[in-house]
Each structure stands twice: as C-alpha cells, then as structure tokens.
C-alpha cells in the first residue's frame, strides 16, 4: 500500500511550458520533502515543507504544503530541459514514506 | 567528503545465491535506510538503523537481512536471491529523526538483477 500517490506518473512538455506535480495521501505528516532524482543516481533533496499551508519557492519552483498537512503541490514556471527528471515527495512520520514519482520530460 | 558510497554498482545474481551490499557514509549520521526502487512505485524502505548496532524493519523486509557493526556502515544481505528482488537498491543517511525535518543523502545505488 502506497500511503502517497503523485499525479500525474508521466509529464511532457515543451520548453517554457508550465507544470504542476500533485502528491496526496490520507495520513498527516509532520513534513513533506521534495527530491529530484536524475537518471544514474540517487535522489536529491529539494525542500522541505513543514507548516500547513506553507508555500517555499525556489527560482522557478513553488512548493505548497496542504493546510491539513496531507498533501503537498509542486509548480514549475517556465520548465527548462534542465528541469528533466523524475520528482518524488516523501512525507515523514516514524520513516521516510515516498509517493510514486512523477517522470518529467522537459523537450527543448 | 565522499557522502554515501555503494558498493558495488552492478550485479547479477542467479537464483538462490547470496550477496551482500556495502553501503558507507563520512557524515557521522546516525541513521542510515536501505531501499528498494521499482519502475512506478517510487522508493520503498526495506530496513533502517536508528545507530551504531542497531536495525529495524521497514515496509518491505522480506528475504533482506541487515547490520550496523559500525557508524559509518550499514551491510544490505539477501541470503538466497528471488527474481522479485530485481530492482536498483538505495542507501541513505540522515543526522537524525526524520521527523526532525532532517535531509536524506543519498548513495548513487546499486542495479541488481537476479535471474
């Protein structure tokens, strides 16, 4: 059983197109961590969300942490090639649980 | 800093052998995860160690055993392979609790295929 389910798994778009990465579950975590993870390697952490609510924003990349602390939204304005790669959410509780993963393929 | 290292970075295991996989950090994080990663299922936590000597399951143990005999390693075994443990495993470090909002660094993998 997955406890977080990102939608959607696979995403591809033009340059310069925006996109947004959702990651759900029905279990309250104490945080959210974004990670992107590149083909060949292990996974690299984003950001971390704590605050219900709580919006962060890194250059093109905002992230949302639900009011409920049950879901999180990931939003790239103006992706570029170098936004390429798979991005997964893991929600922290007594262990890291990471959602499905969203492919992102970002065509120049 | 080398950060998480593992070894080795390929392997191709028949049916019912064994094989072990190291997993090392310089950061003197005091827990360290193994996963597994499948196409479509994100990463999925086989064991953890909360310190030095000590180890925990995760979700999915089954056929993994592990050991912590020193900080800095953290030992990944599967005593007798199963083509379902087809997968690229993870090692990861954390400093501390993840729910001390703590980051995770994590090694480069190793691809295992078992036939």
């Known amino acids: 059983t997955q406890l977080l389910e990102q939608s959607p798994q696979f995403l591809s778009i033009q340059e310069g197109e925006n996109l947004t990465v959702y990651c759900n579950s029905s279990s309250v975590f104490s945080s959210l961590q974004w990670y992107r993870q590149e083909p060949g390697e292990g996974p690299v952490l984003l950001v971390t969300?704590?605050?219900?609510?709580e919006v962060k924003k890194l250059k093109r990349l905002t992230f949302q942490f639900g009011d409920a602390r049950k879901d999180s939204s990931l939003h790239i304005t103006a992706a570029q090639p170098g936004d390429t790669g798979l991005y997964l959410c893991a929600g922290a509780g007594n262990q890291f649980y990471f959602g499905t993963g969203t492919s992102l393929t970002v065509i120049p | 800093n080398a950060g998480v290292t593992q070894t080795p970075k390929f392997r191709v295991l028949k049916t019912g052998q064994s094989m072990t996989l190291l997993c090392a950090q310089d950061m003197n994080h005091e827990y360290m995860y193994w996963y597994r990663q499948d196409p479509g299922m994100g990463l999925r936590l086989i064991h953890y160690s909360v310190g030095e000597g000590t180890t925990a399951k995760g979700e999915v143990p089954d056929g993994y055993n592990v050991s912590r005999l020193k900080k800095q390693n953290f030992l990944l075994g599967l005593e007798s392979a199963a083509p379902s443990q087809t997968s690229v495993y993870f090692c990861?470090?954390?400093?501390?609790?993840?729910?001390?909002?703590?980051?995770?660094?994590f090694g480069p993998g190793t691809r295992l295929t078992v036939l």
């Open positions: 990861a470090s954390s400093q501390d609790h993840p729910s001390s909002y703590n980051e995770q660094f």
């Open positions: 969300v704590v605050t219900g609510g």
